[in-house]
């Protein structure tokens, strides 16, 4: 038995989404999935190489994770992929198109980018925050339309900022303040969305809102999603593919389970890790080890 608020809340939900798409269209938007190529990618800071010859492939409208220890290159993978940086050597296509062909307002449309630290140096409130994303979409035109304002709603409502929107965003929390990049990055309606982090400051509950908000991007809206991750396990849990850099490369690209084995995430974080099996998923599970405790531990175990 559905409850009248439901019946209600359903609808409001549909003609919501509905009002959504309407106005999506209206300019020319159409949701389109682009695939993404690396081509034997180099990069060097300098003289240093961060890495060299990468290639792979990320299906349109898949969800990738990007692993790998501290200084392997992660952010800087990401950076190239958005245009940000020009690679020595090689070259990123979003879909027929080389990055480095296109403008930068032409990559915005296409591409969002949440990156590791939202500096944000202006009293700017989430609402006017998240307005940002619609920048692209309006050339040298600053003036709202009643559709970037439903736009800049949904982006807020989806990521839990709504609350927020006349807050400044100087005075957010960290978490709070990440998910209004990403509420920004989803008002920008991208087709391409790279995510350095996205879960870091994170608490346990809106980790899984987070994910479970980009995952549904990906499978209902073909976003093409690629997001760098600390977090193994949330990157199994979440990801059809796994990219882990390590060694001045691309170590291995594949399934979570094909990537995430015992050996190749020793070869890659060290001998303090044990690869299990999740307790609820078909998925790996990634349990650090401790030198100083193990032995206490396995004491208790014999107990
Ligand atoms: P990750 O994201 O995997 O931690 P990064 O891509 O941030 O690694 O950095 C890769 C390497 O490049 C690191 O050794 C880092 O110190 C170096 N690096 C990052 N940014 C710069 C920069 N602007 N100038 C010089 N070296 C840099």
Redesign the pocket.
């Known amino acids: 038995m559905v409850c009248a608020f439901c019946r209600a809340h359903a609808r409001f939900l549909i003609l919501w989404d509905r009002a959504f798409l309407t106005s999506k269209r209206s300019m020319g938007c159409e949701a389109m999935s682009i695939e993404i190529r690396v081509d034997s990618l180099s990069f060097l ?2 003289a ?1 190489t ?1 890495f060299s010859d990468v290639s792979l492939t990320v299906e349109a409208g898949s969800f990738t994770g990007v692993v ?10 990401l950076k190239c992929i958005a245009g940000l940086l020009r690679p020595a050597s090689g070259r990123v296509m979003l879909g027929d198109d080389d990055v480095s062909s296109l403008s930068r307002t032409a990559v915005a449309k296409i591409v969002a980018v949440v990156p590791q630290d939202h500096h944000v140096h202006f009293d700017f409130t989430v609402e006017e925050f998240v307005m940002l994303g619609r920048l692209p979409h309006h050339g040298r035109s600053l003036r709202q339309t009643g559709c970037d304002r439903e736009i800049v709603a949904r982006a807020m409502a989806l990521t839990g900022v709504a609350s927020l929107a006349d807050r400044y965003v100087t005075a957010l929390s960290g978490g709070e303040r990440q998910r209004a990049a990403i509420a920004r990055a989803l008002a920008q309606e991208p087709q391409v969305l790279l995510l350095d982090e996205p879960t870091s400051h994170l608490d346990i509950g809106h980790q899984v809102d987070v994910l479970d908000l980009i995952g549904g991007m990906c499978e209902d809206e073909g976003m093409t999603v690629i997001g ?1 991750f600390h977090d193994l396990n949330l990157a199994a849990m979440y990801c059809d593919q796994i990219i882990m ?1 390590g060694g001045g490369t691309a170590r291995w690209y594949g399934s979570p389970r094909e990537v995430l084995t015992q050996e190749r995430v020793v070869s890659v974080y060290g001998d303090r890790v044990v690869v299990d099996e999740h307790p609820v998923y078909d998925a790996p599970l990634v349990v650090p080890v401790s030198r100083r405790s193990s032995r206490k531990q396995m004491a208790l175990t014999r107990q």
Do not use: D, F
């Open positions: 800071y300098g240093r961060v790998g220890p501290n200084g392997a290159g992660k952010t800087t993978l760098v850099m």
